[in-house]
């Protein structure tokens, strides 16, 4: 991500955790390095405002426009000046635009700006973070769960799944790899509903879906 200014991007980053939440992304690198984000510059016109202070001169700057270097514009947002055809243009005569130009045929990543931010986001899938985000997703569930049954964080609940036979196998490795980190967030590490206790205390118990697999999640005093 970037911005030239650092204080939005101090904003940015107080909000890095619900946004790595919200886009299920691992890592978010900000600067406001130009170079090092690759970021280029491009001018647009309203051309129906540029025409009327341009009138006969407004077909030689609509057709030489597109032609200005990236450093041109950028030195246009800081002098507020570009001769573009011969014409002096100042500051509100043009749009700069922000953005990252991404090699022909480069399918890893996608693009976007708001002619203020610009984003860059690697949209390879990596099977090492889809398993991660899987492990995320079922501590969402499972922290949802305690929520609707009222419980405090501070109580230790035993943490159950039942899936339907021949499915969930995907989920149940996931759960081995990330039992550290899950126990460590829900303070319990999910186990097969074959291994509970007869007579159980359950606290709550419904359907969850994750990733298409639907399954069985109860919470269960200890």
Known sequence: ???????????????????????????????SEETTAGVRYR???DWAVLGRKLRSNLGKVKSALPALSSDEVRS??????????????????????????LPEGEGSYATHTDNDVVMRLDIQVHPEL????LARELISRVQKLRKKA??????????????????GAELRDVMREHAE???R???????????????ANVIIEEEQEV???????SLVRP
């Open 185 to 199: 967030t829900v303070r319990s590490v999910p186990a097969d509903a074959s291994e509970r206790r007869a007579g």
């Open 1 to 31: 991500m970037f911005h030239p200014q650092k204080e939005y991007l101090e904003d940015v980053r107080s909000l890095q955790r619900y946004i790595q939440s919200e886009l299920n992304v691992r890592d978010i690198i900000v600067t």
């Open 181 to 183: 980190v899950i126990e």
């Open 76 to 101: 246009y947002t800081q002098t507020g000046r570009v001769t573009v055809a011969g014409i002096e243009l100042v500051e509100g005569d043009l749009v700069v635009q922000r953005y990252i130009e």
């Open 43 to 45: 001018a647009v016109a």
């Open 211 to 217: 990733s298409e697999t639907k399954f069985l999640l």
């Open 130 to 133: 889809a398993r991660e985000w």
């Open 150 to 167: 009222g419980l405090q964080a501070t109580d230790d609940v035993e943490v159950y799944y039942k899936f339907e036979e021949g499915v």
